[in-house]
């Protein structure tokens, strides 16, 4: 909540990795639009968890599909909000910011969760810094926030 608090007027908003739906409630709470990207592959309990959670939203699109696969699917520059929280491999992290980044308008948010050196052996944290220098912000619950 700190994060979407500190990121202003939100128009269009992408959360990448939706899982059961708990963050995405939130971000559909301060966003007029989310886009909920995420394959929930093997994992139809889980996905029918989350589209029960989300059912009363109207502001919400699920896109059920790997998050590069949706990335092109959207146009470069039409993002107030990509919130990253997908694999959270090194490779994997890194591959997200490249194709999610040029979706954000300039000066407005990229963003995600566990930035931490405890996930994964700090692999979030190093393809962050590696890539964008380091995060502007990062807050207690792990969620970190960049501004493009």
């Known amino acids: 909540m700190n994060l979407l ?21 939130a ?26 959670r989300t059912a009363g939203y109207g502001n919400l699109e699920i896109l059920r599909k790997p998050s590069l696969d949706a990335a092109e699917e959207l146009a470069d520059g ?11 491999d090194e490779a994997s992290v890194r591959a997200d910011i490249a194709a ?6 300039a000066g407005r948010w990229l963003a995600g969760h566990d930035y931490s050196p405890l996930i994964d052996r700090g692999a979030v ?16 619950d792990g969620s970190w926030l960049f501004q493009c």
């Open 5 to 25: 608090e500190s990121c202003g007027e939100l128009g269009s908003v992408v959360e990448v990795g939706c899982f059961r739906g708990v963050s995405t409630e």
């Open 27 to 52: 971000i559909l709470l301060f966003a007029a639009h989310v886009t909920a990207v995420d394959p929930w592959q093997g994992l139809d309990a889980i996905y029918q968890q989350f589209v029960t």
């Open 78 to 88: 039409s993002l107030d909000l990509v919130y990253i929280d997908g694999a959270h």
């Open 100 to 105: 999610w980044r040029p979706k954000v308008r």
């Open 125 to 140: 944290m190093r393809a962050i810094d590696d890539v964008l220098g380091a995060p502007h912000r990062v807050f207690e």
